[in-house]
């Protein structure tokens, strides 16, 4: 059995933020979980899909994508299990349609989505501030700071949603997701049989036509005003200290703050308003607040959410205090915090001296090379990418050529000496932009997708690609897993682990052609004479052509493989 | 205790977060104070790896510039790049065999000659002990065991508030069983570097 689930209460384990999120989920009875993986999130997804084996009445699946995740979980809440789903920032867009919407129709169980965002991009294409998400979308929101509270407030969230019958939103960030600290567990929730809800027909709750829409409007309105109380009076938001300074902040970011009034001996001069229940914002917490403070700097990463939240109630309850934080420019509006970073701004919001500890000089250390991250020696997609450009420099395409790029390992591809990705926006953008590139321009266009994306957010472009009669050649990297993320599975994977050979497959080649593609071709990207004679036709026309390049990573290869 | 910031720096699969597991886990059963912050995802492919691991009565799990108590660095190019986050008082312990960038061997950038910046970075700094990590790693029996040199290098420091015996039993537990002997042998390798010296 996994230590995860075998530890006793009170029992100290030292977990990842992920995986304080599980052992919180656990605590609170988690019934039904689904998701897409994505980074910092996807641990998540990973434990919950090994542990469901040795858990009964656990069930959890990796969806083909946040929507679908999303929507298994709300259907699950609906019928009184309690669900959770978890995706990286950028996978909250792919659902934000389930979201607006699940958020009038809400639910019975509790239901939590995890939002791990990635302040600094450390391994995505945007640094979006996803607490606007809670705010656009009126549901209640939780932000833990550190691993033991990740725990805690993943197994209140189940209690907090079946109060007010939303799904709350847990966020975290890629420190608080992938910090490793101690964490004292509590009690398992009984997994002893399997368990079936039971969803009671409601038409005017769970079908939201207009007139059902516009009642559950004001239903959610009603129940924001309901959880600001709640935020009001929530153990999640604290204060320490005193003076006429203050320190409002949430996030990874207390850690830092809390450092700051210890390592500048402020403990009698700043008090803090540490704030872990930011949606709706607990407004009367802040007023009383900011009512004691002259000066109050608003800590937060990325977006000023909670400084507009601080402006906002100044300007309700008519008090002068002054709010400092990214408008008046102590503290930047992207990138991750660091610590000293915030030391600094504290100091500095507050007239206070202080000096930062300094490097050596370092003038002598020589140039460095950088050493970005690459595609693994012996890598199919290197393979793939070699063929299709000799075939193109063959033909006189080559560096005319758009490559439109999807998500996944061969993003990497953009780098020397490969040099094949041209356009990227999000997960299914390689098909949907190489039609738009064949409408715009003459130029010959090969895009790129992975067999994970391809399920994610391929098909539907490609079919609309067949239908509009556009001109581009998709490659579908196939490499039989999610790669980038820690291995998941796909529909279509032949490798796989035996505790997965029972599933059904779904042959990539043979929904390419359900798809009305005529030119298609498999090859295997190591066999490069065969494969580069196979895939030369279809790149010496314009008709919209497949080419699959089948081959498993090599990684996931070697782990199957040891099992 | 004394507070710690371990900085520990190095490139992707040379097993830095194994290091760092084994290091929380010994200061958990020691009753100590630990957070850490790992890297996953898109920047272990082969690219720069960092831990940051804090001990004692800090909450902050990531380290500023100026702020290391102490470089592990698993890679020479990579101690020198981390150097911004070190001071004048900062103790060095570092592999000096090279993991060559890609893109070094792609022709698109240099490798520098390490001769000179690796006598400077005694000179600059009070305690540096630079050892041959991969060469100590596969005389224990396998160059996967670099992570656990560099850990034996760092427990030899007497910096740290744990005993020998903590290190080499966390080691036990947390390595692969046919590892494990491999590993001990590695731990003890790296330990003399810096033990004693």
Redesign the interface.
């Known amino acids: 059995m996994h230590p995860l689930i075998t530890a006793k209460a009170k029992q100290?384990?030292?977990l990842?933020g992920n995986e304080a999120i599980v052992r919180g989920a656990l605590e609170g009875g988690l019934r039904v979980g689904a998701a897409y993986p994505g980074?910092?999130s996807?641990?998540i997804g990973n434990l919950l899909f090994q542990l469901q084996r040795e858990l009964l009445g656990l069930y959890f699946e990796f969806s083909t994508n946040e929507k679908v995740a999303m929507e298994v979980a709300a259907a699950a809440a609906a019928s009184g299990l309690r669900s959770l789903t978890c995706m990286k920032h950028v996978g909250l867009n792919v659902a934000a349609d389930v979201l607006m919407t699940l958020a009038y129709i809400g639910v019975k169980a509790g239901m939590v989505i995890v939002t791990a965002d990635d302040p600094s991009c450390?391994?995505s294409q945007n640094e979006q501030d996803n607490r606007y998400y809670a705010k656009f979308s009126g549901l209640p929101m939780l932000e833990p700071a550190?691993p033991e509270e990740a725990r805690q407030m993943t197994a209140y969230a189940f209690e907090l949603s079946e109060k007010l019958e939303l799904p709350v939103l847990l966020r975290t960030t890629t420190?608080v997701s992938?910090?490793?600290?101690?964490v004292e567990v509590g009690d398992l929730a009984p997994y002893q049989e399997e368990t079936k809800g039971r969803f009671e027909k409601d038409l005017r709750r769970w079908v939201p036509v207009p007139a059902v829409a516009r009642g559950r409007h004001q239903v959610l309105l009603e129940k924001m005003r309901e959880a600001m109380v709640l935020a009001d009076g929530s153990s999640w938001n604290r204060r320490y200290g005193k003076g006429r300074y203050g320190i409002i902040v949430s996030g990874v970011a207390?850690?830092?703050v809390?450092?700051a009034v210890?390592e500048l001996d402020l403990a009698e001069k700043v008090q803090v308003l540490r704030l872990g229940f930011t949606h709706p914002y607990p407004a009367g917490l802040i007023a009383e607040f900011l009512k004691e403070c002259e000066t109050v700097l608003v800590v937060e990463e990325l977006e000023p959410y909670l400084e507009e939240a601080a402006r906002a109630v100044a300007q309700e309850r008519g008090l002068k205090t002054t709010v400092l934080g990214k408008a008046s420019g102590h503290l930047p509006r992207f990138f991750e915090f660091?610590?000293?970073?915030v030391?600094e701004a504290v100091a500095r919001a507050f007239g206070l001296s202080y000096q930062?500890?300094?490097?050596?000089?370092?003038t002598?250390?020589?140039?460095?090379?950088?050493?970005?991250?690459?595609?693994?020696?012996g890598c199919p997609h290197r393979e793939t990418y070699q063929v299709i450009k000799e075939v193109l420099e063959e033909l006189g395409e080559w560096p005319e050529t758009i490559f439109p790029t999807d998500i996944g390992?061969y993003t990497?591809g953009l780098?020397?000496?490969i040099q094949m990705a041209d356009y990227l926006i999000c997960m299914g953008s390689s098909v949907g932009t190489a039609a738009g590139f064949s409408v715009a321009t003459n130029q010959r266009v090969v895009s790129f997708i992975g067999d994970s994306t391809f399920f994610h957010a391929g098909l539907s472009p490609l079919a609309s690609a067949v239908y509009n009669r556009h001109r581009f050649t998709l490659v579908i990297m196939d490499n039989e897993t999610t790669a980038?993320?820690g291995h998941q599975p796909v529909p279509s994977q032949e490798l796989r682990p035996p505790e997965l050979e029972d599933r059904p497959r779904i042959d990539i080649e043979a929904v390419v052609r359900a798809l009305g593609v005529s030119h298609v071709v498999t090859i295997n990207p190591y066999r490069k004479k065969e494969a580069k004679e196979a895939v030369r036709p279809l790149l010496a026309q314009k008709e919209l052509a497949v080419i699959i390049a089948k081959a498993p990573c090599i990684l996931y290869r070697a782990r199957v493989s040891k099992k | 205790m004394e507070k710690k910031r371990i900085l520990a720096v190095g490139v992707g699969g040379q097993g830095i977060l194994l290091f760092s597991r084994i290091l929380g886990e010994v200061a958990l059963r020691a009753g100590v104070p630990v957070a850490m912050s790992e890297v996953h995802g898109m920047a272990q492919r082969g690219g720069v790896v960092e831990t940051n691991i804090v001990l004692g009565a800090i909450r902050s799990p990531l380290i500023s510039q100026g702020e290391a108590d102490v470089l592990v660095g698993f890679e020479p190019v990579e101690t020198l790049r981390a150097l911004g986050r070190t001071n004048q008082k900062t103790v060095i312990v570092s592999s000096t065999d090279p993991v060559i960038p890609q893109i070094v061997k792609d022709g698109l950038a240099t490798y520098p000659d390490l001769a000179e910046p690796l006598a400077r970075l005694k000179e600059t700094f009070d305690r540096v002990y630079l050892f041959a990590g991969e060469k100590l790693a596969k005389e224990a029996g396998t160059a996967r065991a670099l992570n656990v040199v560099a850990l034996g290098a760092l427990a030899g420091t007497g910096l740290l508030p744990f005993a020998k015996e903590d290190f080499l039993n966390a080691i036990k537990t947390l390595v692969k069983p046919r590892f494990v002997e491999a590993n001990l042998k590695a731990f003890e390798a790296g330990f003399a570097v810096t033990a004693g010296v």
Do not use: F, I
Request: net charge positive; proline share 25%; hydrophobic share 30%.
């Open positions: 100290k384990l030292l990842l980074t910092p996807s641990e450390h391994s550190t420190r992938h910090a490793r600290a101690v207390v850690n830092y809390l450092d210890d660091d610590p000293g970073q030391k930062p500890p300094k490097p050596p000089s370092l002598w250390v020589p140039e460095l090379p950088p050493r970005p991250p690459t595609l693994c020696p390992c990497l780098l020397p000496p980038m993320t």
